[in-house]
C-alpha cells in the first residue's frame, strides 16, 4: 500500500470508530430519562447522588443533592432504585 491509501485507510478506520463510540453512547443514553435519580463517583473519589435535569447528545446534565450542577458522560452513571 502507498502512503495515499494508508491514509485513506486511517480515515476509514477512524470514522468506523467514532461511529462505534456514538451507537455505545446512545445505548447508554437510552437507559436514562430526565427526572431519574442517579449516582456516580467524583473525581475525588466520592460518590454523588442527583437527579436528571436533561440528556444532552453526549452527556447527563443533572443537579447533585448538595445543588450543583455536573455534566456526567451516561457510562458513569448508575441508576437508582427506589
Known amino acids: ?3 495515499d491509501d494508508l ?3 486511517n480515515r476509514m478506520v477512524i470514522e468506523r470508530l467514532n461511529l462505534i463510540a456514538q451507537a455505545r453512547s446512545t445505548v447508554q443514553m437510552a437507559q436514562f ?3 431519574d435519580r442517579v449516582s456516580f463517583m467524583a473525581s475525588d473519589g466520592t460518590e454523588k447522588q442527583g437527579t436528571i435535569l436533561r440528556l444532552n447528545q453526549k452527556t447527563v446534565s443533572l443537579r447533585t443533592d ?3 450542577r455536573w455534566k456526567v458522560s451516561p457510562v458513569f452513571l448508575r441508576k437508582l432504585t427506589n
Open 7 to 9: 491514509r485513506y485507510l
Open 1 to 3: 500500500m502507498n502512503e
Open 66 to 68: 448538595d445543588d450543583q
Open 33 to 35: 430519562a430526565q427526572g
